[in-house]
């Protein structure tokens, strides 16, 4: 740690909430500034408490670290273009008559357990502000939707009897989808 009890609290204070690097990086600039304050003079302690002034309450520093959170930003893209998509495979599956599809009602049905998790991981990891832990739900979340467009392209490409015009908006949405968030899952599962 940086070396005064006060600066060693803080950072505590912060590990507890905030993943290890990015402990490790605000360790770093905390001790230069408390370097920089004793070489000015300041006794330890008075150092200390001005470094620590400086950087802000842990709460505070909680709070812009969740707001820029990958997994957050993540969480609201997707959570944004959530309607287009649904624009896109509503008529889709109307108009395919999905409801004749040889799926089992089993299957169907998890189907939609699991968007409805995965919609609740992107909304629980969206919508945090003080708590970095729950941005973190984004990586299942947007795991799950992966595998969510994947298994709904292979329902269309296997069962669907005929494709539907819908589908041409569709199935490239879904594709684009699959590569866009496959790209975020480096940023989001690293901790």
Same mark, same amino acid.
């Given at each position: 740690?940086?070396?005064?009890?006060?600066?060693?609290?803080?950072?505590?204070?912060?590990?507890?909430?905030?993943?290890?690097?990015?402990?490790?990086?605000?360790?770093?600039?905390?001790?230069?500034?408390?370097?920089?304050?004793?070489?000015?003079?300041?006794?330890?302690?008075?150092?200390?408490?001005?470094?620590?002034?400086?950087?802000?309450?842990?709460?505070?520093?909680?709070?812009?670290?969740?707001?820029?959170?990958?997994?957050?930003?993540?969480?609201?893209?997707?959570?944004?273009?959530?309607?287009?998509?649904?624009?896109?495979?509503?008529?889709?599956?109307?108009?395919?008559?999905?409801?004749?599809?040889?799926?089992?009602? /089993?299957? %169907?049905?998890?189907?939609? !357990?699991?968007?409805? *998790? #995965?919609? &609740? +991981?992107?909304?629980? $990891? =969206?919508?945090?502000?003080?708590?970095?832990?729950?941005?973190?739900?984004?990586? /299942?979340? %947007?795991?799950?939707?992966? !595998?969510?467009?994947? *298994? #709904?392209? &292979? +329902?269309?490409?296997? $069962? =669907?009897?005929?494709?539907?015009?819908?589908?041409?908006?569709?199935?490239?949405?879904?594709? %684009?989808?699959?590569?866009?968030?496959?790209?975020?899952?480096?940023?989001?599962?690293?901790?």
């Amino acid at each position: 740690m940086a070396g005064h009890t006060l600066i060693d609290a803080h950072l505590a204070a912060l590990a507890r909430r905030l993943p290890a690097r990015a402990v490790d990086e605000l360790a770093d600039g905390l001790t230069e500034t408390y370097a920089r304050h004793l070489a000015r003079g300041f006794d330890p302690t008075a150092a200390a408490r001005a470094a620590i002034a400086e950087f802000g309450h842990p709460d505070q520093i909680i709070t812009a670290f969740t707001r820029q959170a990958p997994g957050r930003r993540t969480a609201l893209a997707l959570l944004a273009t959530g309607p287009g998509f649904a624009a896109c495979w509503g008529p889709s599956l109307i108009l395919g008559h999905a409801w004749t599809w040889p799926i089992p009602t /089993p299957v %169907a049905l998890a189907f939609g !357990l699991a968007l409805l *998790a #995965v919609v &609740a +991981a992107l909304v629980t $990891a =969206a919508t945090s502000r003080h708590s970095y832990s729950r941005t973190q739900l984004a990586a /299942p979340g %947007a795991i799950g939707l992966v !595998l969510l467009d994947t *298994a #709904v392209l &292979a +329902a269309v490409l296997l $069962a =669907a009897p005929t494709l539907v015009w819908p589908m041409a908006l569709a199935i490239p949405a879904s594709l %684009a989808r699959i590569g866009l968030t496959a790209r975020t899952f480096p940023r989001l599962l690293a901790r």
